[in-house]
């Protein structure tokens, strides 16, 4: 066969196509497979003929093919990035104050003893002579600053702040966006949010913003933040919810808004908006090592932000509603022991003597479930919807008691009020009232499975060694019940573990070392009070109320144990 020569023409046009298809793998940086309809080139061996039962209607013959046959190359379209605040911020940004204050603070403050030289030292004068004139010089004060942020709500020059920003101020001044400056008085604030409302009086109207609703904001949802980040002022950063519901141990209320919108040093008081420019949330604290942001900061939500800055405004004070009652959580062993599906609710572990509720309405084992309409998942949200409920008002409460799901009607009374509770030894041992609705039952921990590592009497020297197995008179022949020896409480064991006259139950003489009880925190000189919110009157009492519930098919049985000193606690302990 005769070689076959490739026309110049043909080859030339082969190469151009195969520079133009690499071109185009190089803009794109990925090569495409390119997909065009296929054509026989003159001298080109032509495809078999499909089969009759395959073939497709014949094609009309194509028009003669273009010099190249790659598909067009596009422009790469410049990437904008998403949507632009600026407009948004723009119209927010003189709403937005620098607040800055002064403390005076004496010189000599936290300064100790001047110290001295060893007697005999070659530099014992000099020494003394300089300390000496320095404790002459004491006695002279010296202001300290500090900056912060925060926003006004209303034109007439009411602005809302952290309570830290200003807490221990001689002077508060507001510095403006446009410059200004105006000396400003505090009207009211509250610790426990960390919030206070400041007042200016401005010559004209000014900027202001209002507060949104933060219980529709959703985890993902933009917000941007304005302040005053280490004195740079009308800052603006844009982030996302991070979280919501976040309890970092700040106070009571503790419902923060977690935001990877950067906040630094200088924004706390400063808002935290929405996309409609709405308040929603307080720029409060951040977690961060190295005292920058890392993108974890806090906000206290403007579904309780907004209450607290209108009592402080109305009254200078907050008034919030008190139910009196002493709770603890509900964990997976009390829940099981109650017939609970899940562990939900806030447990009464007791109630304050004089309280609101001190009716008998709401009992020491009770379940609250629900508060005026609002579901109480875990304990500690029941101090913030009490908290935030007016003064006086009548609720539905609803409790689990018996096993059984009831609605009470309960009045609130007014949080400081309960002060007098607690002069009169009815709130905790150490006077707490931290938590402003409800005081939690002392010296437990979390799961208050743990021992009270609080201030308990200690048994009398004639009290028998626990350690070494001793009963006490009256109880030769104790009951053994859940690894407890327990015993009928008497005068005799009264004096010997320093048990109230106000206790009553039966007591606990001796624990099983390694026992379910012992892990529970059970100890010597506790008074078992209930078994299943049923009062107990003897060591067989116990027994025959614990087999019951192993007869139910109950896994725990829920005690109410009172300390010596009639603490209440609720311990769930296994029965297996």
Known sequence: MAPTNRSPFRRTLALMASAAILAHAGMNGVAYAQTAPETTAPGATA????????????????????????????AAVPNTGPASVADLAEGLLDAVVNISTSQKVKDDEGAGPAPRAPDGSPFQEF????????QGNKGGNHNVSSLGSGFVIDPAGYIVTNNHVIEGADDIEINFANGSKLKAKLIGTDTKT???????????PLKSVKFGDSSEMRIGDWVMAIGNPFGFGGSVTVGIISGRGRNINAGPYDNFIQTDAAINKGNSGGPLFNMKGEVIGINTAIISPSGGSIGIGFSVPSELASGVVEQLRQYGETRRGWLGVRIQPVTDDIADSLGLDTAKGALVAGVIKGGPVDDGSIKAGDVILKFDGKTVSEMRDLPRVVAESTVGKEVDVVVLRDGKEQTVKVKLGRLEDSDQAAASGDSAPDGSQDDGVITPDPGENNDMDQPDSGDQPKPAPDAPDQHKGQVLPDAATPKNVLGLSLSLLSAETRKAFGIAESVDGVVVTEVTPGSASAEKGLKPGDVI?????????????????????????????????ASANGDLRFVAVPME
């Open 47 to 74: 495809p078999a003929p499909a089969t009759p039962e395959t073939a497709a209607p014949a094609p009309t013959p194509p028009a003669p093919a273009a010099p190249e046959q790659t598909a067009p190359i596009q």
């Open 529 to 561: 009070v209930e078994v299943a919110q049923e009062f107990m009157k003897s060591p067989d009492a116990v027994a025959a109320k614990v087999q019951a519930l192993k007869q139910e098919g109950r896994r725990n049985a829920q005690l109410m144990i």
């Open 127 to 134: 020494f003394n002579d300089f300390f000496n004139k320095q």
């Open 194 to 204: 960390d919030l206070s409302v400041l007042k200016v009086e401005p010559k004209t």
